[in-house]
């Protein structure tokens, strides 16, 4: 689509490891995960369960790089690499000296950056004998990706989705069921846990939490079976890493280099893929002026309200404990139509980072952000997933900001999906349905 | 995303006009449209009220291309060149010896190929003076990709949406409105037509044949504002060869050229855009053992079932008449769900081309078209529009056929849209809620 085009030996052929910049530059790391029973660092055994070796290895590397499967990168070439655009109109629209270039991720054809981390994840299970995984998922990015990844790689694919979204949104749960998978509504009879549930709330529509539960539950106790996660922890980032890495080839191809990096953040992996490979040269003291920027709903403001501590990953208190800036484990945040930012904490390393002021965060109301959306699309044409909107709200205040300060300004966010599924929430913003918070 | 990318200097940088080739070659063109009310062919001054001068000339054009717009060249951009895609994963479900290569348009941002054309029509208007564009859509693709291509150019647009539609299908009416088009549901009370509509059929949920009256209504009694139509006529399918120019050259980068060229046929501009460049090469001998398959539902069947006579455009008989296969403009197909095939004609062009034996129609009934397309996404990824499924349909009769003769054959198919916007039809079939015809 544009002159940055990548020739198929200019792609990354490695993901990119950013706890090995941080032990090597900064000497730290972030603090480990914690068992839930002995709050004693875990071992891998704790993760074996539920996730491959090859994985959970990943997730404690201090490797360099790690090398992406040839069978990966194969599939890769079904939307990548992804282009990266620049809005041109958009910053005509707005007056501002600023260069304003998105990573476009909505050309996967489940129309987000989630596939990325879902076919690596597939891989390297099936790679280890696994026959099937489990997951959650709410508004159903997450699932999506991975029933088509399963597909790829001839696992069957169980999602347990919100039995809220599961009833309000029946599109995403269609193209699960389209690759394949089998979708349960959550909380459902069909484990222990998702019976107790039932029991004690008839009538909740459900949560992430609980969803949880059931799929840890079913990869647990069914053979062959193991469970699949798409954000928080280090080695989704890790895999998230190849959009920020094509984005900085296709940039110098363009002779640019980022001044700020923006994604939206709600477990982490959109922000640590598009900017940990920036935030490595930082930290290697290859570019001194980089700034990064993650952006969170005012509904769910973990990073700039949160507070940085153990926290568990999920409601029930079933997974490790992961320092991080959390809302608390109960939190529930008010149903913004940016489901992917609805988590109460956030990724241990994006966290880390946020704590060594080494990144930066912005939080704003879901009015404020689909207005942005609109802005956009009215000038792109692309029309945001309310998430991805969180970047494209940032991108516009340091454009403005710029054009007060009278600066060139080089900005590049993270468009991680399309909002092609997400309709619903244009409509009601339109309609002057939606509320401040 | 794939080695056959294209640089800028190979972009095409000119629209091929197919009736060159059939004056110079055949020695023949179609025969012209004529007016309603004499039957005589009609003059540019019939179509003047309607088009711009440049669309006017552009459909009765003899040249043998005619330049892209600089402006247009450079919206293109947003999402051209498209991707040339090969199946390999298809293939080897399918075991078969025939290459599948398909050319994606669903990375525009509405979803479709129409805004090839839609951006061509708004920058000629424009150019002229024009302040409004008026149209009808069903389902809302075409509405959708007008919408965006009037506010690139700064133009008002209004769109009737047929009211059955704009009743079950709320999420492209989103899109158009997102976009900044006004949508009115027809047979609304904002025309004399719409007003008799309503009058004589109360219950009416509306036909694109009403809605195109309205669209005329309007853009001949408002001033600064004309009408656009998003099939049928030669300057539609003129700009779609961008498609089949693009194709042609990633496909020679692949070292391949194809046996059969596959479009979806509802007016026609799918078919044409993929295949007239091709047609182009056999017409001047360039080529010799080329096959091209417009393939059409069996719900409205015009080619393989239909009568090669003059016939209206629209139900109400405003439009000229045009030289076309038809099923008789009172016809009403089922509600299928390729709601942009559901037209009772064809293309004029396509309609000789089909008369004089130089393309072959295949029509597949909706529940065929639907298995075809889920195994399309379950080894491609990409949920094809239930239109473009047609062509996935007949793309697997060759790829098997090529399988049973034990022949290397290279199919190449117009995947025209996505299904993102209409994955109701895919939950229904897959849910055994469809029936045969």
Request: hydrophobic share 35%; aromatic share 8%.
């Amino acid at each position: 689509m544009n002159k940055n085009m990548l020739g198929s030996r200019e792609r990354p052929s490695t993901y990119l490891n950013l706890p090995y910049y941080l032990h090597t530059y900064l000497g730290q790391l972030p603090d480990p995960p914690l068992s839930p029973k002995t709050n004693q660092p875990i071992g891998p055994e704790a993760l074996a369960p539920l996730f491959p070796m090859e994985l959970v290895k990943q997730e404690v590397s201090l490797e360099k790089e790690i090398p992406i499967p040839d069978e990966v990168r194969q599939l890769y070439t079904m939307f990548r690499p992804s282009p990266l655009l620049r809005a041109k109109r958009l910053e005509k629209a707005l007056d501002t000296p600023a260069h304003i270039y998105f990573k476009y991720e909505g050309v996967s054809p489940v129309g987000s950056h989630k596939l990325n981390t879902a076919l690596a994840q597939a891989y390297y299970n099936k790679k280890e004998g696994i026959r099937a995984l489990t997951t959650e998922t709410g508004a159903g990015q997450w699932g999506s990706a991975l029933a088509l990844a399963c597909r790829m790689f001839g696992l069957s694919c169980h999602v347990f989705m919100v039995k809220g979204s599961y009833e309000q949104k029946p599109y995403r749960r269609t193209v699960m069921k389209l690759y394949g998978a089998t979708v349960t509504p959550s909380p459902s009879d069909t484990t222990h846990a998702g019976r107790a549930f039932l029991k004690h709330f008839p009538d909740t529509r459900g949560s992430l939490g609980m969803a949880i539960s059931e799929a840890i539950e079913m990869a647990v106790t069914k053979p062959h079976t193991h469970y699949a996660l798409g954000s928080v922890l280090n080695h989704v980032m890790l895999h998230q890493t190849i959009i920020g890495q094509e984005a900085m080839r296709q940039m110098e191809k363009e002779g640019e280099y980022p001044d700020v990096v923006i994604g939206c953040c709600g477990g982490g992996s959109n922000l640590a893929g598009i900017a940990f490979p920036f935030l490595a040269q930082k930290l290697s003291g290859r570019v001194k002026h980089l700034r990064v920027v993650a952006v969170e709903p005012t509904a769910c403001p973990s990073l700039t309200r949160g507070v940085y501590r153990y926290d568990s990953g999920d409601t029930a208190g079933m997974t490790p404990l992961l320092k991080m800036y959390t809302m608390g484990s109960d939190f529930i945040p008010s149903s913004i139509h940016a489901g992917g930012l609805r988590y109460h904490g956030d990724s241990p390393l994006v966290s880390f980072l946020y704590h060594k002021k080494r990144i930066e965060a912005a939080a704003y109301d879901q009015l404020d952000v689909f207005a942005a959306a609109k802005v956009f699309a009215q000038n792109e044409g692309i029309i945001p997933a309310p998430e991805s909107a969180h970047a494209v709200k940032h991108a516009i205040v340091e454009a403005i900001r710029a054009k007060e300060e009278g600066k060139k300004k080089v900005i590049l966010f993270n468009m991680s999906g399309h909002g092609l599924l997400d309709l619903e929430g244009y409509e009601q913003y339109m309609e002057g349905k939606l509320k401040r918070e």
